[in-house]
């Protein structure tokens, strides 16, 4: 089993900066990849970002491209997404996730992810 918890979340107005951190206990990470979704109130969740266990290799939402940066770091059995030039459409609760395929994350196959965080909230004020 593996225990997902979020942090980092919170209120920030338009174009400012947030860094969630996603910290895993009870196994190590090293052997899943990892991908952040979110769901902003009346949606349904929807992919963010995602990183292969090596963290060779990333993936993004195209609505995220070129402003968020997904990072892992094994050792300390953590996963990060940093988040820049945020926008009020980025309001949203964020979701880490674990799962051994990166293809499952990447086609939102939201069934078969192993394991769900329970989320942060981020707010972004315009």
């Known amino acids: 089993q593996v225990q997902l918890v979020e942090s980092g979340g919170g209120l920030v107005q338009a174009g400012g900066s947030l860094r969630l951190s996603c910290a895993a206990s009870g196994r190590t990470l090293k052997t899943y990849a990892m991908g952040w979704f979110r769901q902003a109130p009346g949606k349904e969740r929807e992919f963010v970002a995602a990183?292969?266990?090596?963290?060779?290799?990333?993936g993004y939402a195209d609505s995220v491209k070129g402003r968020f940066t997904v990072s892992r770091d094994n050792a300390k059995n953590t996963v990060y997404l940093q988040m820049n030039s945020l926008k009020p459409e980025d309001t949203a609760v964020y979701y880490c996730a674990a799962e051994g395929a990166l293809r499952t994350i990447l086609a939102e196959l939201l069934s078969e992810i192993d394991y769900w965080g329970q989320g942060t909230q981020v707010t972004v004020s315009s």
């Open positions: 990183i292969s266990w090596t963290g060779g290799r990333t």
